[in-house]
């Protein structure tokens, strides 16, 4: 059972970058079964997906079109762990983050605890 | 892409059956066999509890259900309980996209 432990700040101002990290336990980040997942919510946008990463002889990344120019997954191997990064935030990107595995077709079956993520000057 | 649209609310009393539909377009539900239904209670993640459009994952009650016809897609809880009340959420594939979601259904218990 693949369990995930968010880490990271929950309060930015304007224009900085949000960073979140996400630790992986029961799974291997460079598993070729599973990909792995950032997903917002918040109650103006809903829940959205933003990308995913994963691995298949190399690496993988698919960003949303909607924060495509300012976001980045990476993996961490040596951890066990990827992460979200966002750069320039406004008071849009308020919402919680959630990491998540699976699929986009089979569903995300394990998600992170969720952090809250406010944007204010 | 925009929202799958779900009603904002249903209810049933204990026992009962309750339906949440999840209608979307050709390009994403009526386009794939990929619906997933989600149950998120009050701070908490979201849980997976069916997978293209009909699957359980282990572990989920099968009073829990789904199906699809056109581009709508339905989630049925059957003998409804007290613990079942709580947000849903479905999500489809959908074109050169990953997933798009609902807007989510409050799901009351009487």
């Known amino acids: 059972q693949v369990q995930l432990q968010q880490s990271g700040p929950g309060l930015l101002k304007p224009s900085q970058t949000l960073s979140l990290t996400c630790a992986i336990s029961g799974d291997s980040v460079s598993s070729n079964t599973v990909a792995w997942n950032w997903i917002r919510q918040s109650p103006s946008r809903g829940l959205e997906w933003l990308g995913r990463?994963?691995?298949?002889?190399?690496?993988?990344?698919d960003y949303a079109v909607s924060v495509k120019s300012r976001v980045t997954i990476n993996p961490d191997t040596s951890k066990n762990q990827f992460s979200l990064q966002l750069n320039s935030v406004t008071p849009d990107d308020t919402a919680v983050y959630y990491c998540?595995?699976?699929?986009?077709?089979?569903?995300?079956?394990?998600w992170g605890q969720g952090t809250l993520v406010t944007v204010s000057s | 892409q925009s929202a799958l649209t779900q009603p904002p609310s249903a209810s049933g009393s204990p026992g009962q059956s309750v339906t949440i539909s999840c209608t979307g377009t050709s390009s994403d539900v009526g386009g794939y066999n990929y619906v997933s239904w989600y149950q998120q209670n009050p701070g908490k993640a979201p849980k997976l509890i069916i997978y293209e459009v009909s699957k359980r994952p282990s572990g989920v009650p099968d009073r829990f259900s789904g199906s699809k016809a056109g581009n709508t897609a339905s989630l049925t809880v059957s003998g409804l309980q007290t613990e079942d009340e709580a947000d849903y959420y479905c999500s489809s594939n959908v074109d050169n996209h990953c997933v798009v979601f609902g807007g989510g259904t409050k799901l009351t218990v009487l």
């Open positions: 990463t994963y691995y298949r002889s190399k690496w993988y990344f």
């Open positions: 998540a595995a699976g699929w986009c077709r089979g569903g995300f079956h394990s």
